[in-house]
């Protein structure tokens, strides 16, 4: 199960060297847009983790600062990570302890933070009430969408909201309508942004997946909003849990400090949450379940074609 969740997680990055071995390699980076620094991390999981014994691990890196006493204490913190949760699963805490380490030497060799496309005033994290009020129109951002008569005969349906997360004044928040057609995601993302909170969030990322009985297919699709890669991953995330017809929205509010990959963390967690409220999926250890037999079926499959 943790293998199944590090690879939604981490997507592309994520790569099976060897799965009947356990023998795992991410690519973890400062950021992803333009990274400056990258480690390899790869693992070997003996028989007895987690419940008695660590990880294998080692670390190829181009960057030759990565040796001496930084090498000694990237690997005490790892050490460390491991005694602290002794018996637990320590992939995740690991690599996000890596990417920390990789964040710090990037803002210290290089004191210029990136450009933040979009950034709105710092909001108040406990002021999310979500009742609708009516707003001025400038301060409701632009959509592109038209909504035509007949669209205005279709039903709006119910749309849900669930519960912020918050870290380092950035707060996430997910919604979520049932939809069977494009119609009623434009008129669900038009509702939310006749919220005021809504509309000044920073970045509204969302997807959709609708099925389409007659053709056995899906009719899909993502924005990011500005959240490079947002959309793409949220899309990613409900097509490994097969859920259908539903959209969700996960709207960020910039809180004034970078987070780094933990948006993307933040943003999967919000929408993986309000699908396992709303009963899309069973939870989030069903739907690793369901990944690792997707997994095995296309193994026992491979094999037998040989």
Known sequence: DEIDALSSIYGDDWCAVD???KIFCIKISDCLEQPKWTLCLQVILPSEYPATAPPIYQLNSSAPWLRGQEYMELANSLEEIYVKNLGESILYLWVEKIREVLIDKSQSSDPAEPDVKKITEEIDEDDYSLEYKPVQEEAIKTLNFV????????????INHGNPISDRRSTFQAHLAPVVSPKQVKMVLAKLYQ????ASATHNIYAYRIYCEDKQTYLQDCEDDGETAAGRRLLHLMQILNVRNVLVVVSRWYGGILLGPDRFKHINNC???????YNYINSA????????KNKRIRKEKKQAEH
Do not use: F, M, T
Not at 285 to 292: C, I, P
């Open 147 to 158: 909504i035509s008569e007949s669209q205005e005969d279709e039903e709006l349906p119910p």
């Open 285 to 292: 250890e069903e739907s690793a379940k369901h990944l690792g």
């Open 271 to 277: 929408a993986r949450s309000i699908l396992v409220e």
């Open 195 to 198: 919220n005021k909170k809504i």
């Open 19 to 21: 799965e009947d071995e």
